[in-house]
């Protein structure tokens, strides 16, 4: 059996089909996102991935489509990819993604980091405060519904009160309950009966 002297790869613990489906779904996110959190390690390994892909796509021809299309399985990704991403670095020879580093996860005290792509910040910003405000909507309405209905249950108006009475239907007797036992035979006198 070989050393593996020298041989700089970013294992993640995992083998080798894992690794690439996982590398391969995470540069899809990364895409379509332009930003994701995960773990630092993961995030170096991603960024070596995408540096070389990007630079594989900057050829823009159908040999480098097929050879992205290898690692990169969704469609609208590569066509992102090739069509949005590719054009804005035409005069940048790598370093196509950033990693910041945000500290521990609560459950496992893994390090956590931001990778995103470079050149998109403000487009991320837009998406962000867009997403912020879309929130702020859904909470005010949710409070705002909540109040309805409070104020419903608290006091509801006389006419509704009144039409309620009317269209309630009349009031039904209880019914007897039927005593249910479990060991009994049919001969035997229920005991309940005097």
Do not use: C
Request: net charge positive; aromatic share 6%; charged share 45%.
């Amino acid at each position: 059996m070989r050393m593996r002297h020298k041989k700089l790869r970013y294992t993640l613990g995992l083998k080798e089909g894992h690794r690439n489906a996982l590398l391969s779904n995470m540069s899809v996110a990364l895409i379509t996102n332009k930003r994701i959190t995960t773990t630092e390690a993961k995030a170096k390994a991603l960024s070596r991935f995408m540096d070389k892909m990007i630079s594989k796509a900057k050829a823009r021809d159908l040999n480098a489509w097929r050879n992205v299309a290898r690692h990169i399985r969704d469609r609208s990704a590569l066509k992102e990819l090739f069509y949005n991403i590719v054009p804005g670095y035409e005069d940048r020879e790598g370093g196509y993604t950033r990693i910041i580093q945000v500290g521990r996860r609560l459950g496992d005290g893994a390090r956590m980091a931001i990778i995103e792509l470079i050149g998109y910040e403000e487009e991320i910003l837009k998406r962000e405060k867009k997403e912020k405000e879309e929130k702020a909507e859904r909470k005010k309405r949710r409070r705002e519904e909540r109040e309805r209905m409070m104020a419903e249950e608290e006091g509801v108006p006389a006419e509704e009160e009144e039409r309620k009475e009317e269209e309630a239907p009349p009031e039904k007797k209880p019914r007897e309950k039927k005593r249910f036992f479990l060991f009994r035979r049919k001969k035997d006198k229920d005991p309940m009966e005097g």
